[in-house]
């Protein structure tokens, strides 16, 4: 869910309430408000009543210039002014008018970044903190599992007992790994199907998928490991990945992906150990009715 989007609903809903407002409306003027003096930034005392005066009276979220106004005075943010047609709080026809002042006052601050909670600890200017947080290495991950249908994200040791917990996700501590993965029907690789395994080495964690899917048209096995961390710690890291039997071997060295990007995103790139069915079958110690693969890897310190 994006953030602040439950607030959002909320605001839809009171703008139902005023989508027939009777009271007569005020044309909008040209208003001019006269700046001189902005608050200096990072004054001590001034941070929390200006904070307030940049939080949406009607939605409570953070106001980025374009902050609009009513005739009264009363400030919204862009979203809001978006959905309602008169001021949520006096009911005045909202027109078009702009506060420039706060919007002079907004630019002219420093904040904390909206992560701060979860330890980031510098200060940004207006805009740059917009941008900044889109990046934030503090900001949570996204459950890595690989289903669009959960959307619970926090810090890694969260998501973690969240995995174990919530989706019944095996963890296995050790940098190898020698796992059997056992299809009844190989044939039927047309509805996509995943694995997915926690491995807890270098006191960090890696997932390892395995999925069975098609590729264009030709039905594929795929493996591939995702860090649990930031992209910059995943490079630091190399994997290989084996499927073999039979006097046959195919060997995938990678760099694990991090799990700020998504497991299709990364499955579609096809930045991993990719079986053709027609070669799995060379390596499957079953016969046509059943594909067993047996997958070997290993986790290193590049
Ligand atoms: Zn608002
Ligand atoms: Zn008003
Ligand atoms: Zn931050
Ligand atoms: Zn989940």
């Known amino acids: 869910m994006a953030p602040g989007s439950g607030i959002f609903d909320k605001a839809v809903?009171?703008?139902?309430?005023?989508?027939?407002?009777?009271?007569?409306?005020?044309?909008?003027?040209?208003?001019?408000?006269?700046?001189?003096?902005?608050?200096?930034?990072?004054?001590?005392h001034g941070i929390n009543g200006v904070h307030e005066l940049l939080q949406c009276s009607t939605c409570a979220n953070s106001m980025y210039p374009p902050i609009h106004q009513c005739p009264n005075g009363h400030t919204l943010c862009v979203n809001c002014k978006r959905i309602h047609n008169c001021c949520p709080t006096c009911r005045f026809d909202l027109g078009n008018i702009r506060c420039l002042a706060l919007e002079k006052v907004a630019e002219s601050m420093e904040f904390p970044c909206r992560y701060q909670s979860l330890g980031c600890n510098d200060l940004f200017p207006y805009y740059g903190k917009l941008k900044h947080e889109k990046h934030c290495s503090?900001?949570?991950?996204?459950?890595?599992?690989?289903?669009?249908?959960?959307?619970?994200?926090?810090?890694?040791?969260?998501?973690?007992?969240?995995?174990?917990?919530?989706?019944?996700?095996?963890?296995?501590?050790?940098?190898?790994?020698?796992?059997?993965?056992?299809?009844?029907?190989?044939?039927?690789?047309?509805?996509?199907?995943w694995m997915l395994t926690v491995f807890n080495c270098f006191g960090r964690q890696f997932c390892l998928h395995f999925e069975a899917f098609l590729l264009g048209t030709a039905p594929v096995y795929m493996a591939f490991l995702r860090f649990m961390g930031e992209d910059k710690e995943a490079k630091k890291f190399s994997y290989t990945l084996e499927v073999g039997a039979f006097g046959r071997k195919l060997v995938w060295q990678g760099v694990p992906r991090s799990i700020r990007e998504s497991h299709t995103r990364v499955r579609d790139s096809q930045d991993g150990l990719i079986v053709p069915r027609s070669l799995a079958l060379y390596f499957s110690s079953g016969d046509n009715q059943e594909l067993k693969l047996r997958v070997t890897g290993r986790i290193w310190k590049a």
């Open 13 to 44: 809903e009171s703008h139902s309430k005023y989508t027939t407002c009777e009271i007569p409306t005020m044309k909008a003027q040209n208003v001019s408000i006269p700046m001189k003096n902005t608050i200096p930034p990072g004054e001590k």
């Open 138 to 193: 503090f900001r949570p991950y996204t459950c890595p599992y690989a289903s669009s249908e959960c959307s619970v994200t926090g810090d890694i040791p969260f998501l973690v007992a969240h995995l174990k917990e919530d989706h019944s996700v095996d963890m296995h501590d050790g940098c190898t790994f020698n796992h059997r993965y056992v299809k009844s029907n190989p044939h039927e690789v047309e509805t996509a199907t």
